[in-house]
């Protein structure tokens, strides 16, 4: 018996009649188990009885790519970087239909969290349970709520992700969501740097060669493209995703983040050169939002 050759019991035999007096072995569920030889009998038992197996904590941080997520769940010995590659070539079964330019069709839809996976979880199954999760909390729990949602699923994802990448304080990401629906139904392109980083890290693991900054060649350029770019470009949390589905009214146009994680708003673009001005004054002060060109 493993128990026995692992030196956590005396007695492979005593133990297994133990288990079968007390009616355990009837309901032993398979796994793997954190044992040690200071655990009694029938503490291991009560452990294989209820279930309790070994498992590897992975948390996701809100506004990861899916890249970063791919790299977070191999250091943790669960997958390799080919398998992942294989698994997200194609959407799973329920995602949205790539849009045309989409390069990785599961980035937004792996729900940030902290997730308990079985020791000896595949590079499936652990997908797998970021899709699922993220189809519960945030499709079923808050864009199938809404009787009238501002976007489609896919685009109200996307848009999410946005905010995400560019607020720092929970309270500002209504009115940054706002801005972009102003901006959105003005025709005005979004000018997201968030997008543009994006585009030139999609670029970087391409190992193409191109125009870098605000020249990068991609659609996810929202300086260059006007409207939403093709997917999401990072997986949102429920506080990006909550402001994506219901923006705040406001009459702004433009805004720019401050070093300290502030943002201030503008309605005309005077405005916004105004804080785009006091903010260069300042030193190594490095203001990011629409508007720059």
């Given at each position: 018996m493993?128990?026995r050759?692992?030196?956590l019991?005396?007695?492979a035999?005593?133990?297994?009649?133990?288990?079968r007096?007390?009616?355990?072995?009837r309901?032993?569920?398979?796994?793997?188990?954190?044992?040690t030889a200071?655990?009694?009998?029938?503490?291991?038992l009560?452990q294989m009885?209820?279930g309790?197996v070994?498992?590897?904590r992975v948390t996701?941080?809100?506004?990861?790519?899916?890249?970063?997520?791919?790299?977070?769940?191999?250091?943790a010995?669960?997958g390799t970087?080919a398998?992942?590659?294989?698994?997200?070539?194609?959407?799973?079964p329920?995602m949205?239909?790539?849009?045309?330019?989409?390069?990785?069709?599961w980035?937004?839809y792996?729900?940030?969290a902290?997730?308990?996976f079985?020791w000896?979880?595949?590079?499936?199954?652990a997908l797998?349970?970021?899709?699922?999760?993220f189809?519960?909390?945030?499709?079923q729990?808050?864009?199938?709520?809404?009787?009238h949602?501002?976007?489609?699923l896919?685009?109200?994802v996307t848009?999410?992700?946005i905010?995400q990448a560019?607020?720092?304080r929970?309270e500002?990401?209504?009115?940054?969501?706002?801005?972009?629906m102003?901006?959105?139904?003005?025709?005005?392109?979004l000018?997201?740097d968030?997008?543009?980083?994006?585009?030139?890290?999609?670029?970087?693991r391409?190992?193409?060669?191109?125009?870098?900054?605000?020249q990068?060649?991609s659609?996810?350029n929202?300086?260059?493209?006007?409207?939403?770019?093709?997917s999401?470009?990072?997986n949102p949390?429920?506080?990006?995703?909550?402001?994506?589905?219901?923006?705040a009214?406001?009459p702004?146009?433009?805004?720019?983040s401050?070093?300290?994680?502030?943002?201030?708003f503008?309605t005309t673009?005077q405005?916004?050169?105004?804080?785009?001005n006091a903010?260069r004054?300042?030193?190594r002060?490095?203001p990011?939002?629409q508007g720059?060109s």
């Amino acid at each position: 018996m493993a128990l026995r050759q692992a030196h956590l019991i005396r007695s492979a035999l005593w133990f297994a009649l133990f288990s079968r007096l007390s009616g355990a072995s009837r309901s032993l569920k398979s796994g793997v188990y954190r044992l040690t030889a200071a655990d009694s009998p029938a503490k291991m038992l009560t452990q294989m009885v209820k279930g309790e197996v070994a498992v590897i904590r992975v948390t996701i941080p809100e506004g990861w790519t899916t890249a970063q997520v791919v790299a977070r769940l191999v250091q943790a010995h669960i997958g390799t970087p080919a398998e992942y590659r294989r698994l997200l070539s194609q959407p799973s079964p329920g995602m949205p239909a790539p849009a045309k330019g989409t390069q990785d069709p599961w980035e937004g839809y792996l729900y940030p969290a902290t997730y308990a996976f079985p020791w000896g979880e595949t590079a499936s199954g652990a997908l797998q349970l970021m899709w699922k999760t993220f189809q519960k909390q945030a499709i079923q729990g808050l864009y199938r709520q809404d009787p009238h949602p501002p976007l489609p699923l896919p685009q109200w994802v996307t848009l999410a992700s946005i905010v995400q990448a560019e607020v720092a304080r929970p309270e500002d990401a209504p009115l940054v969501a706002g801005v972009f629906m102003n901006r959105l139904k003005s025709g005005i392109p979004l000018q997201s740097d968030a997008t543009v980083r994006y585009a030139e890290e999609l670029l970087a693991r391409s190992g193409e060669k191109g125009a870098s900054g605000l020249q990068v060649d991609s659609p996810y350029n929202t300086y260059l493209h006007k409207g939403l770019p093709p997917s999401p470009i990072d997986n949102p949390g429920l506080v990006a995703l909550k402001a994506a589905l219901h923006p705040a009214q406001v009459p702004y146009l433009y805004f720019v983040s401050t070093p300290d994680g502030r943002i201030l708003f503008a309605t005309t673009y005077q405005e916004q050169l105004k804080h785009l001005n006091a903010l260069r004054s300042q030193p190594r002060s490095a203001p990011s939002g629409q508007g720059k060109s």
